[in-house]
C-alpha cells in the first residue's frame, strides 16, 4: 500500500509517467521509494528508449521520421539539463550513430563545432541531424540555438556533409529547424 500512496504522489508532482521516469534516482528516494522501486525505474525509462530507438533506426531514419520523433521526445523531453545530441547517417541515411555532444545545464548545452565535424569526417558520414532537449518544455529556438545551426550548417558544407535537421525536443513537442524556414 505504501509503494501505491507514493507512486500515486509522485504521478501528481510530476504531470506524467514519462516525467516520473525521467525523474532523478536522488529525488525517487527522498520520496520513499525502495532501490528496487528506482531500480525499476530506471529499468523501465531505458528500456522505453531502447525500443523508440529499434523502431526508429530501421532503415533510412528520414522514411520513418515520426518514429525518429517519437524516440527524440521519449529520450530527451523530460531531461531536467539540456543535451546536444548528434545522429550521424550513411550515405542511404541509416542510423550509424548517435553521439551524446554535450551535457549542460537547464538553458544551455556547449557545442564545439569542430568536435560535430571531426566524428563526422572520422566516420565518413554522409549526413546528420543535430538535436537537443529545452528543459523548459517549450521548444522553441533560442536565438543562440539558431546561430550555432547556421555555423555547423557552414562548416559542413565544406566537406559535401549533409544537414538534414536541427530537432529541438521540449515536453510540449518538437520543432524542426527545416520546417520552421530556418535552414
Not at 524516440?71 to 545530441?85: K, T
Not at 518544455?137 to 559535401?160: H, K, N, Q, V, Y
Not at 556533409?161 to 524542426?176: F, L
Amino acid at each position: 500500500m505504501h509503494a501505491r500512496r507514493v507512486s500515486r504522489r509522485l504521478l501528481a508532482q510530476a504531470g506524467s509517467l514519462a516525467a516520473v521516469a525521467a525523474t532523478a534516482t536522488p529525488i525517487l528516494r527522498a520520496q520513499g521509494l525502495s532501490d528496487a522501486a528506482v531500480s525499476d525505474i530506471a529499468r523501465a525509462r531505458s528500456l522505453a528508449s531502447a525500443m523508440a530507438r529499434d523502431l526508429a533506426s530501421q532503415g533510412p531514419v528520414l522514411s520513418s521520421w515520426s518514429a525518429l520523433v517519437d524516440y527524440l521526445r521519449v529520450a530527451l523531453a523530460h531531461l531536467p539539463r539540456e543535451e546536444f545530441r548528434v545522429l550521424y547517417l550513411d550515405k542511404r541515411n541509416v542510423l550509424m550513430r548517435e553521439e551524446h555532444r554535450a551535457p549542460g545545464t537547464t538553458d544551455h548545452a556547449p557545442v564545439y563545432v569542430k568536435e560535430v565535424l571531426r566524428t563526422a569526417l572520422e566516420m565518413s558520414a554522409s549526413a546528420m541531424i543535430l538535436v537537443h532537449n529545452h528543459p523548459s518544455g517549450d521548444p522553441t529556438p533560442s536565438r543562440a540555438d539558431i546561430e550555432m545551426t547556421r555555423r555547423i550548417l557552414e562548416a559542413a558544407r565544406i566537406f559535401d556533409i549533409e544537414v538534414h535537421d536541427h530537432v529541438v525536443v521540449g515536453r510540449e513537442g518538437t520543432k524542426s529547424f527545416r520546417a520552421l524556414g530556418l535552414m
